[in-house]
C-alpha cells in the first residue's frame, strides 16, 4: 500500500480500514469504500485510480504490435500434416484444449503423439521442451510410448533422421499419478509449476479428468464438485498463461439424455462430453475422438479408423478428419 | 431547485456534521466564512475549507445542464449504430449495435459469442462514407480467445466486401484507410487474468477514452468467466458486478461508446425442471440495456434479442463462416428491389453460404 502516490492522510484512512494490499482496495465496491474509510468520493476516485495502476499488467496494446512478434501464432504441431491442417497449425500455446471421446477412441494416443512432437524444435512444430503427463486412471502405456519413439523417423519424415536419433525422448516425458482430487491438486500446484519454471516442460496433458470428478462426488455434492472443478480448471488456466504452455486434458463421455438437451451444438455422435455446462464454459478448444464403423487395411493387419473433430474453438471451423492409429502413430495417410 | 449538502463530495462524517449544525442545501453555505462553520459545525479548519471549496467549485463549475426529451433525442439519433455484416440482426437490433448503450451477449460455449465480438470490433471500423461508423475498439480478453488468427480472416473479408462497393473517390480514399493492417492498429487489446485486473481495468479506461476519442466501441468477452472463479461471498461479487455495470453504462453514455459484453449460460434448478439461463444473477440481467441470446436449434443458430428498450424481440438466423459472423443465405431478390446505393449490408446479403 505505500507504494502508491497517494495523498498520506488517504494512505492512512485506508490501513485504518484494514486494507492492505491494492487488491483489496479494488474488491472493495465503491460506496463501501467511502464508508470502511470516511474518504470523500473524489479521495475514493483517487485511491482506485491509482490502485489499479498498480494493478494493471499491461497498457492497452494495438493488435498490430502483437501481429508483428515473433511468437504471434505459435502452434504445437500434431505430428500429422492433415491433422494440424485442421487445427490449423496446432494445438494452441494458451488456454484448455479438450478432447474427449469413447474409451478406445485414440485419445491417449494422440496426447502420447504430443508429447514427442513437443520436444522438436520450433521450426518442425515443437516447443523445444519436455511434457508433463498426469495419469489418473491406468497405468501410464509405456510400452506404447517406446514403439511410438522407435517409430518416429516413419511419422515425422519431415525431420532430419538425425535430430529424431539425437533427442532423448522418454527423459523429457514426466509421468505423473494421481489418484484422487487433493494429489492432483498438490501435483498442479507444486510439482508441475516448479518444471514449467525450469523450462523443463512446455506441455501439460491430464489424462483423464472425468475418473477424478465423477467418482469422488455422489450427485448430492454436486456444489462441492463445482467448486472443486472450477479451482482445477482456474489453476490449469493460471499456468497455461503464466507459462504460455499448452494444456490437454482427456476427458470422457456420456450418453446424450435427451433429444432437448442439444445446448451444446448438434454433435455428430451420441454420446456428448462429461462434466456438463460447468465444464465446457472453461475450455477454449473442444475436440472430439470417436471410432468410425470403417475398417482400413495396413499390410497384412487392419484397424478401425478414427475421426478426430472440431465441435468449437475460437478459430477453427467445425469439421473433422479421418485418421488411422498406425504403429508410428495418428496420423491421415494422403 | 436547491442542490442539497449530500451530494457534495465530501466524506460522510463531514456531511453528518454539516446537517446537524442546520446547513441543508449548498445555498446555507455560500455565503458562510471558514472560521465561522468551523465553529458552527466543529469541524476543523482544513476540514471547514476544503467544504467551502467544494460547494464553489461545484456551483461555479458547469453545472451539468438538464436536457429536454427533444434533445435527448436529438442527441440519440446522431449516434450511429454500428452495422454488423448480417442485415437480419441489424434489423433485429434496430439498424446495428447501439452506441451509447450497453449490450450483453449470452449463450452456450461454442454458439458463436466471440465470433460476433470479433466481428464487430472490426465492424466499428468500416469508414463512414460506406456506412460505417470509423471508429476504434477497445478489446479486454479475459478467456484468452482473441486469437490473431481469426481475426486476420475477419478483417480480410470486412476489407473485401467493402473494396468491390467503391463506387466514387471519396470510398476510394477510404479504402486506403481501412486495410488489415490498420484495422490491427485501431484494435486495442487488454488480457486480463483474473476480476481484480478487470476491475482495475474498467478504473482506468474512463482516462484511455479521453486520450483516444475515436474510440466507438468496447467489447469485455467474457465478463462472466473471471467473475465464475469460485466466491467465499456471492454478495461480494453482486456488489461488484453492480458497481461494474454502473461503470459500464457511464462510460458508454460520457465517450459516446457501444459497450458490448458475453456472458456464459448456466443451469438452474426450478421445480424439478433444470433450464439455461445467462449466469452472474439476477441482478446482474439489469446491466445491460439489450440483451442478445445466442443459442443452437438443432443444426441452426438462432440469435434472439430477448431484452431490448425499442424492439420486440425477434429471433434470427445466423451462421459462423470463414469470413465472419453472417445471415444465412436467404433466396435471391429480384434487381429490382436492390436500392442503388450500395451499402455493407447489401453486399454481405448477397454473399454466398458456407458451412
Same mark, same amino acid.
Given at each position: 500500500?505505500?507504494?502508491?502516490?497517494?495523498?498520506?492522510?488517504?494512505?492512512?484512512?485506508?490501513?485504518?480500514?484494514?486494507?492492505?494490499?491494492?487488491?483489496?482496495?479494488?474488491?472493495?465496491?465503491?460506496?463501501?469504500?467511502?464508508?470502511?474509510?470516511?474518504?470523500?468520493?473524489?479521495?475514493?476516485?483517487?485511491?482506485?485510480?491509482?490502485?489499479?495502476?498498480?494493478?494493471?499488467?499491461?497498457?492497452?496494446?494495438?493488435?498490430?504490435?502483437?501481429?508483428?512478434?515473433?511468437?504471434?501464432?505459435?502452434?504445437?504441431?500434431?505430428?500429422?500434416?492433415?491433422?494440424?491442417?485442421?487445427?490449423?497449425?496446432?494445438?494452441?500455446?494458451?488456454?484448455?484444449?479438450?478432447?474427449?471421446?469413447?474409451?478406445?477412441?485414440?485419445?491417449?494416443?494422440?496426447?502420447?503423439?504430443?508429447?514427442?512432437?513437443?520436444?522438436?524444435?520450433?521450426?518442425?512444430?515443437?516447443?523445444?521442451?519436455?511434457?508433463?503427463?498426469?495419469?489418473?486412471?491406468?497405468?501410464?502405456?509405456?510400452?506404447?510410448?517406446?514403439?511410438?519413439?522407435?517409430?518416429?523417423?516413419?511419422?515425422?519424415?519431415?525431420?532430419?533422421?538425425?535430430?529424431?536419433?539425437?533427442?532423448?525422448?522418454?527423459?523429457?516425458?514426466?509421468?505423473?499419478?494421481?489418484?484422487?482430487?487433493?494429489?492432483?491438486?498438490?501435483?498442479?500446484?507444486?510439482?508441475?509449476?516448479?518444471?514449467?519454471?525450469?523450462?523443463?516442460?512446455?506441455?501439460?496433458?491430464?489424462?483423464?479428468?472425468?475418473?477424478?470428478?465423477?467418482?469422488?462426488?455422489?450427485?448430492?455434492?454436486?456444489?462441492?464438485?463445482?467448486?472443486?472443478?472450477?479451482?482445477?480448471?482456474?489453476?490449469?488456466?493460471?499456468?497455461?498463461?503464466?507459462?504460455?504452455?499448452?494444456?490437454?486434458?482427456?476427458?470422457?463421455?456420456?450418453?446424450?439424455?435427451?433429444?432437448?438437451?442439444?445446448?451444446?451444438?448438434?454433435?455428430?455422435?451420441?454420446?456428448?462430453?462429461?462434466?456438463?455446462?460447468?465444464?465446457?464454459?472453461?475450455?477454449?478448444?473442444?475436440?472430439?475422438?470417436?471410432?468410425?464403423?470403417?475398417?482400413?487395411?495396413?499390410?497384412?493387419?487392419?484397424?478401425?479408423?478414427?475421426?478426430?473433430?472440431?465441435?468449437?474453438?475460437?478459430?477453427?471451423?467445425?469439421?473433422?478428419?479421418?485418421?488411422?492409429?498406425?504403429?508410428?502413430?495418428?496420423?491421415?495417410?494422403? | 431547485?436547491?442542490?442539497?449538502?449530500?451530494?457534495? +463530495?465530501?466524506?460522510?462524517?463531514?456531511?453528518?456534521?454539516?446537517?446537524?449544525?442546520?446547513?441543508?442545501?449548498?445555498?446555507?453555505?455560500?455565503?458562510?466564512?471558514?472560521?465561522?462553520?468551523?465553529?458552527?459545525?466543529?469541524? +476543523?479548519?482544513?476540514?471547514?475549507?476544503?467544504?467551502?471549496?467544494?460547494?464553489?467549485?461545484?456551483?461555479?463549475?458547469?453545472?451539468?445542464?438538464?436536457?429536454?426529451?427533444?434533445?435527448?433525442?436529438?442527441?440519440?439519433?446522431?449516434?450511429?449504430?454500428?452495422?454488423?455484416?448480417?442485415?437480419?440482426?441489424?434489423?433485429?437490433?434496430?439498424?446495428?449495435?447501439?452506441?451509447?448503450?450497453?449490450?450483453?451477449?449470452?449463450?452456450?460455449?461454442?454458439?458463436?459469442?466471440?465470433?460476433?465480438?470479433?466481428?464487430?470490433?472490426?465492424?466499428?471500423?468500416?469508414?463512414?462514407?460506406?456506412?460505417?461508423?470509423?471508429?476504434?475498439?477497445?478489446?479486454?480478453?479475459?478467456?484468452?480467445?482473441?486469437?490473431?488468427?481469426?481475426?486476420?480472416?475477419?478483417?480480410?473479408?470486412?476489407?473485401?466486401?467493402?473494396?468491390?462497393?467503391?463506387?466514387?473517390?471519396?470510398?476510394?480514399?477510404?479504402?486506403?484507410?481501412?486495410?488489415?493492417?490498420?484495422?490491427?492498429?485501431?484494435?486495442?487489446?487488454?488480457?486480463?487474468?483474473?476480476?481484480?485486473?478487470?476491475?482495475?481495468?474498467?478504473?482506468?479506461?474512463?482516462?484511455?477514452?479521453?486520450?483516444?476519442?475515436?474510440?466507438?466501441?468496447?467489447?469485455?468477452?467474457?465478463?462472466?468467466?473471471?467473475?465464475?472463479?469460485?466466491?467465499?461471498?456471492?454478495?461480494?461479487?453482486?456488489?461488484?458486478?453492480?458497481?461494474?455495470?454502473?461503470?459500464?453504462?457511464?462510460?458508454?453514455?460520457?465517450?459516446?461508446?457501444?459497450?458490448?459484453?458475453?456472458?456464459?449460460?448456466?443451469?438452474?434448478?426450478?421445480?424439478?425442471?433444470?433450464?439455461?439461463?445467462?449466469?452472474?444473477?439476477?441482478?446482474?440481467?439489469?446491466?445491460?440495456?439489450?440483451?442478445?441470446?445466442?443459442?443452437?436449434?438443432?443444426?441452426?443458430?438462432?440469435?434472439?434479442?430477448?431484452?431490448?428498450?425499442?424492439?420486440?424481440?425477434?429471433?434470427?438466423?445466423?451462421?459462423?463462416?470463414?469470413?465472419?459472423?453472417?445471415?444465412?443465405?436467404?433466396?435471391?431478390?429480384?434487381?429490382?428491389?436492390?436500392?442503388?446505393?450500395?451499402?455493407?449490408?447489401?453486399?454481405?446479403?448477397?454473399?454466398?453460404?458456407?458451412?
Amino acid at each position: 500500500m505505500d507504494q502508491l502516490e497517494l495523498n498520506p492522510r488517504i494512505i492512512a484512512a485506508v490501513s485504518r480500514a484494514h486494507l492492505k494490499s491494492a487488491r483489496e482496495v479494488l474488491c472493495v465496491s465503491g460506496s463501501d469504500l467511502q464508508r470502511v474509510t470516511g474518504l470523500s468520493s473524489s479521495d475514493v476516485q483517487q485511491l482506485l485510480i491509482a490502485a489499479a495502476t498498480s494493478c494493471r499488467r499491461h497498457h492497452p496494446i494495438a493488435a498490430l504490435v502483437l501481429h508483428r512478434k515473433f511468437d504471434a501464432g505459435l502452434r504445437l504441431s500434431v505430428g500429422c500434416p492433415v491433422l494440424n491442417q485442421l487445427l490449423r497449425g496446432g494445438l494452441l500455446v494458451g488456454g484448455v484444449t479438450e478432447l474427449s471421446g469413447e474409451s478406445g477412441a485414440g485419445k491417449t494416443q494422440l496426447a502420447l503423439q504430443l508429447c514427442l512432437s513437443v520436444q522438436y524444435p520450433t521450426q518442425y512444430g515443437g516447443l523445444h521442451s519436455g511434457a508433463v503427463y498426469i495419469c489418473t486412471e491406468d497405468s501410464f502405456p509405456i510400452k506404447r510410448l517406446q514403439q511410438l519413439i522407435t517409430d518416429q523417423s516413419l511419422l515425422r519424415s519431415d525431420v532430419p533422421p538425425s535430430l529424431i536419433s539425437s533427442l532423448q525422448f522418454s527423459d523429457r516425458i514426466y509421468i505423473e499419478h494421481v489418484a484422487d482430487l487433493d494429489s492432483l491438486q498438490v501435483c498442479l500446484s507444486r510439482r508441475v509449476p516448479l518444471l514449467l519454471t525450469r523450462g523443463l516442460v512446455r506441455l501439460l496433458v491430464v489424462d483423464s479428468l472425468a475418473a477424478l470428478f465423477r467418482s469422488e462426488f455422489q450427485a448430492a455434492d454436486w456444489l462441492e464438485r463445482s467448486k472443486q472443478l472450477l479451482t482445477f480448471s482456474s489453476t490449469l488456466h493460471h499456468l497455461s498463461s503464466r507459462f504460455t504452455t499448452p494444456v490437454l486434458c482427456i476427458n470422457q463421455v456420456t450418453d446424450f439424455l435427451s433429444s432437448s438437451d442439444d445446448s451444446l451444438g448438434p454433435l455428430s455422435s451420441s454420446v456428448s462430453p462429461a462434466l456438463g455446462l460447468l465444464w465446457a464454459n472453461q475450455v477454449m478448444v473442444r475436440l472430439m475422438m470417436r471410432r468410425l464403423q470403417v475398417t482400413v487395411a495396413q499390410g497384412d493387419q487392419s484397424s478401425v479408423l478414427r475421426r478426430l473433430e472440431v465441435v468449437f474453438a475460437p478459430h477453427l471451423a467445425r469439421s473433422g478428419r479421418d485418421a488411422a492409429v498406425e504403429g508410428e502413430g495418428v496420423l491421415t495417410s494422403v | 431547485m436547491q442542490r442539497s449538502v449530500s451530494s457534495l +463530495s465530501l466524506s460522510p462524517s463531514v456531511k453528518v456534521k454539516l446537517v446537524n449544525a442546520g446547513f441543508q442545501f449548498t445555498a446555507d453555505l455560500l455565503h458562510v466564512k471558514p472560521l465561522q462553520l468551523s465553529k458552527e459545525t466543529s469541524l +476543523s479548519q482544513l476540514e471547514a475549507l476544503e467544504v467551502l471549496q467544494a460547494v464553489r467549485g461545484e456551483t461555479g463549475g458547469g453545472a451539468s445542464s438538464s436536457l429536454t426529451a427533444l434533445e435527448l433525442l436529438q442527441k440519440e439519433e446522431e449516434l450511429r449504430s454500428i452495422v454488423t455484416f448480417s442485415s437480419q440482426l441489424d434489423a433485429a437490433l434496430g439498424g446495428g449495435l447501439p452506441v451509447g448503450k450497453t449490450t450483453e451477449i449470452c449463450g452456450a460455449p461454442g454458439v458463436g459469442k466471440t465470433q460476433l465480438c470479433l466481428q464487430l470490433a472490426v465492424d466499428v471500423q468500416v469508414p463512414q462514407c460506406f456506412g460505417g461508423v470509423g471508429g476504434q475498439v477497445v478489446y479486454i480478453d479475459t478467456e484468452g480467445s482473441f486469437l490473431l488468427q481469426r481475426v486476420v480472416d475477419i478483417a480480410t473479408a470486412a476489407v473485401q466486401h467493402c473494396s468491390l462497393l467503391v463506387e466514387d473517390d471519396e470510398q476510394q480514399v477510404a479504402m486506403a484507410t481501412f486495410t488489415v493492417e490498420t484495422i490491427l492498429s485501431n484494435t486495442f487489446l487488454v488480457r486480463c487474468h483474473d476480476y481484480v485486473e478487470l476491475l482495475a481495468e474498467l478504473h482506468l479506461l474512463p482516462d484511455f477514452l479521453s486520450n483516444h476519442p475515436k474510440v466507438r466501441l468496447l467489447v469485455i468477452d467474457s465478463v462472466a468467466f473471471p467473475f465464475r472463479q469460485h466466491f467465499d461471498d456471492l454478495s461480494q461479487r453482486t456488489r461488484l458486478l453492480n458497481g461494474l455495470a454502473q461503470q459500464l453504462i457511464s462510460m458508454a453514455t460520457s465517450h459516446k461508446i457501444a459497450v458490448l459484453m458475453t456472458n456464459q449460460m448456466t443451469t438452474r434448478l426450478r421445480g424439478g425442471q433444470s433450464q439455461q439461463v445467462p449466469a452472474l444473477g439476477e441482478s446482474w440481467g439489469h446491466a445491460a440495456t439489450i440483451r442478445l441470446l445466442l443459442h443452437w436449434a438443432g443444426p441452426q443458430r438462432l440469435a434472439n434479442v430477448f431484452k431490448s428498450p425499442n424492439h420486440m424481440g425477434a429471433t434470427v438466423r445466423y451462421q459462423i463462416t470463414s469470413e465472419g459472423f453472417r445471415d444465412v443465405d436467404q433466396s435471391e431478390q429480384p434487381p429490382s428491389k436492390r436500392a442503388r446505393k450500395h451499402t455493407v449490408q447489401m453486399a454481405a446479403a448477397r454473399e454466398p453460404s458456407e458451412t
